[in-house]
Structure formats: C-alpha cells, structure tokens
C-alpha cells in the first residue's frame, strides 16, 4: 500500500517525497534537482511556491527537514514494512486492466468517443499519483497525442478530439514527468490544438487553453504557439479574454498571454494587429485587481511597440482608462500605469497626447505619487514625465508653481 508522508516531506514542484531538500531565499524548501530544473532549464527567476522574484539564487541545504523525513521513513518501516516497496517502483494502479483495455480499444475503434468517455470516468480527477504512473507507463499520452493530431487530417474527428482534451487538461504536468512535455510540445499536437481553440466548441476551447496554460506556466511553449501563428491565433485568445461567462477561460488565456508576449517582441505586432489594445482598453474598467494588473501588464508590452503606443493614443480613451487605475488599484497596478504613460509621453509626445493627460487627470495623478512614500523607481520616472512636459502643464492653474523649483527648472 501507499505510504501517506507527510505534506511537509513532499516538493512543491513534484510533489514527491525529498531526499535532498534545500530552501531559496523565500524560506520554501524544494527537492534541489527540481528546484535547479525551475532556475537552469526553465530560466525561471521567481519561487515556484509564492511567485515572489527571487534576488538570490543561493540554495541551503536543510539537513534538519533531511533528517526528519530520513528519521520518519525508518519509524514508518518498523511499523508497516510492507511500506517500503511502494517508494522504491511504480506500482500497477488498481484501474491497470479496464485503463489499458480502454486505451486499446481507443487505438483499434474507429468509433472513440465511447471508449474515451469510459478512459475519463476512470481516470477521474487524477488525484491518485498511482494511476498518473500507470497510465503514462502504459502508453496512454502517445494514445491520447495521436487523437489530437488526427484533427489535422480530419475536423470530423473534432468530437474524439474534445473528449481526448477533456482528459489530458486534467493532467498534473510535473517536472519530473518530460515524457508528458515532449508529447503535448510536439509542433502538430500544438497545431491542432489551436485548431480546437479557434473551431472548437466552449468546453474544448477550454480544455485547449487550460492545457496551454499549464505549458506556458512551465516555460516549454511560448517558442511552439509562436511559430507559424497567425493573426487568428492571437483574435482567439482575445476572445477568450473577453468571455464574460467562463472566467477560468479567460483566466487561462491572459495567463498565456503574457507568456507568448513576455518572450517574443514579433508576437506583439501580431497580437496588436489583432485588436489587442483596444480589446483590453475595453475590459480594463470593470477588471478586479488581478485581471486589472495582467491587463495593464500587457498593455505595457504591447506599448513597448511604435505600432501599440500608437493604438492606445487613437483608441480616445486608452489615456483616461489607463489613467484612472492609478492610485487605484494596487502599487503594481500603479506602477505599470506609470510605465505605460512614460512609453506615451516619452515616444508620442504630441501636444494632443500631453493635453489630454492634463485634462483626463494623469498630471493631477503623477503629483499626487511625487507626495508618496515608497516606489521610488515609480517616482524617478515620474519626475522625468514632469520635466519633460512641464513646459506645457505650467500654462495650466492646477500645476503648482512650487514643483517648478523643486523639479529644478527655471520660471
């Protein structure tokens, strides 16, 4: 039988129990050769635990944690020695014979819808680490991969197709499994996997943007969803964004977003050609504080771009959405708002643009934060905003007279 250890032995990342356990500098412990995966393969700068950016890349060994969960494995024997055999190999899950019948049946059937319902409800919720072992070991993300990739050939196989995502979006991806990244990284699975995503119906438009989310969290598929993708692709993604009814559709597709934006300049031309500014423009207003800040992070991307400073100058109202989350929101909200204004008002500086953020209210805003405490990489930039465009502002009654000293220029 299983061995039930305690939570605390497990990694964050593979849930597995450490055998060699060393904490970051954010006090979370993880197994060393995970944690040297997150930092060295995947170029991850941030605690896979808490997100928080790491400035130290230090590892510590916690020989105290080693010693206890070593202490506990051999208390555990005396009392149940038939324990150890469970750590040591992968054990056939009490669902081996009907998983490997089903998955059998899916390959040999022409019909495979049935048999892949059947291979869900089996599976269930993939809660047990036993039955995820089994069912790779037995072959079944190649079975499943295939079905995937048939939609290539034949979009009438789209009802196999969705059933087939509707259990590999389930998937727990770990690091310690590279069989699975190898399989749902191949070119023509996540070609067709963007089929499903732009024909597909809701449920595996879902699947499909669930999986590449959980892709995208891990790194290994910005490079994949970038090449050969078309403007539809990113017209998609958009859509989902804007789904008012499936928030976790949404969600998934801001979180890949970022991703694909994050790691590749080209894409953002793409995503802006596709409506990109003036779609998240739109949702901005009545975002909550998590969306609003994935929001304004990606707007600050796509303004990174001659072509997205641009949109959000024409859109009439991109400076006044942008503008009202200031000091709104949260100090990440503020201080990518700030980031987007400095890239207008920096690059764009038309007499319309630096008039219209005095009448919308950034200029008032941009004073308020130089009275702040705190941000003070926020408020450098601010100041530069100001110098640059005092000249302007000063003719204005609301613009102190006082700050004209204090920013050093001359009446």
């Known amino acids: 039988m299983e061995v039930d250890y305690p939570e605390?032995?497990?990694?964050?990342?593979?849930?597995?129990?450490?055998?060699?356990?060393?904490?970051?500098?954010?006090?979370?412990?993880y197994e060393r050769k995970n944690i040297e995966k997150w930092f060295l393969n995947y170029k991850k700068t941030t605690c896979?635990?808490?997100?928080?950016?790491?400035?130290?890349?230090?590892?510590?060994?916690?020989?105290?944690?080693?010693?206890l969960i070593q202490n506990w494995q051999l208390d555990n024997k005396k009392t149940n020695p038939d324990s150890q055999s469970c750590s040591s190999s992968p054990q056939p899950s009490i669902?081996?014979?009907?998983?490997v019948s089903l998955l059998r049946a899916i390959e040999s059937s022409p019909f495979k819808v049935?048999?892949?319902?059947?291979?869900?409800?089996v599976l269930g919720d993939w809660s047990s680490t036993a039955t995820i072992m089994d069912f790779i070991g037995s072959?079944?993300?190649?079975?499943?991969?295939?079905?995937?990739?048939?939609?290539l050939v034949d979009f009438d196989d789209f009802r196999a197709c969705e059933e087939t995502l509707g259990i590999l979006h389930h998937l727990p991806l770990q690091f310690e499994e590279d069989k699975m990244f190898d399989q749902l990284s191949k070119?023509?699975?996540?070609?067709?996997?963007?089929?499903?995503?732009?024909?597909?119906?809701?449920?595996?438009?879902?699947?499909?943007?669930?999986?590449?989310q959980k892709l995208a969290k891990s790194n290994m598929i910005s490079n994949c969803l970038i090449k050969d993708q078309g403007i539809d692709f990113f017209k998609s993604l958009l859509e989902l964004v804007s789904d008012e009814i499936c928030s976790k559709a949404s969600a998934c597709a801001l979180e890949v977003l970022?991703?694909?934006?994050?790691?590749?300049?080209?894409?953002?031309?793409?995503?802006?050609?596709?409506?990109?500014?003036c779609i998240l423009l739109d949702l901005l207003p009545d975002s909550n504080r998590s969306k609003c800040e994935k929001i304004l992070l990606l707007i600050k991307l796509l303004c990174e771009n001659a072509e997205g400073r641009l949109a959000l100058v024409e859109h009439g109202l991109g400076i006044a959405a942008v503008t009202k989350k200031l000091l709104h929101v949260s100090n990440v909200a503020t201080k990518l708002g700030v980031k987007i204004l400095w890239l207008i008002c920096n690059f764009n500086p038309t007499e319309k643009v630096v008039e219209e953020m005095m009448i919308c209210g950034s200029v008032k805003k941009?004073?308020?934060?130089?009275?702040?405490?705190?941000?003070?990489?926020?408020?450098?930039?601010?100041?530069?905003?100001?110098?640059?465009?005092?000249?302007?502002?000063?003719?204005y009654p609301c613009f102190p007279v006082e700050l004209k000293e204090y920013l050093g220029l001359e009446n």
């Open 258 to 277: 970022i991703e694909i934006l994050g790691s590749s300049k080209k894409s953002r031309l793409k995503a802006i050609e596709a409506g990109a500014i």
């Open 48 to 67: 896979p635990a808490t997100m928080q950016c790491l400035h130290s890349f230090d590892l510590t060994p916690n020989h105290t944690l080693q010693r």
């Open 8 to 29: 605390d032995f497990r990694c964050p990342i593979s849930k597995e129990v450490m055998k060699d356990p060393v904490t970051v500098s954010t006090g979370v412990t």
């Open 95 to 99: 669902k081996h014979d009907e998983m």
């Open 114 to 121: 049935t048999p892949l319902k059947k291979l869900r409800s």
């Open 139 to 151: 072959g079944g993300i190649e079975v499943l991969v295939k079905i995937v990739i048939q939609v």
């Open 187 to 212: 070119p023509d699975c996540i070609k067709a996997m963007t089929v499903m995503l732009q024909r597909g119906n809701a449920d595996a438009r879902l699947y499909a943007i669930t999986i590449f």
């Open 366 to 395: 941009l004073l308020a934060l130089m009275h702040m405490d705190g941000i003070s990489s926020t408020k450098e930039r601010v100041k530069k905003m100001l110098k640059l465009h005092c000249n302007s502002w000063k003719r």
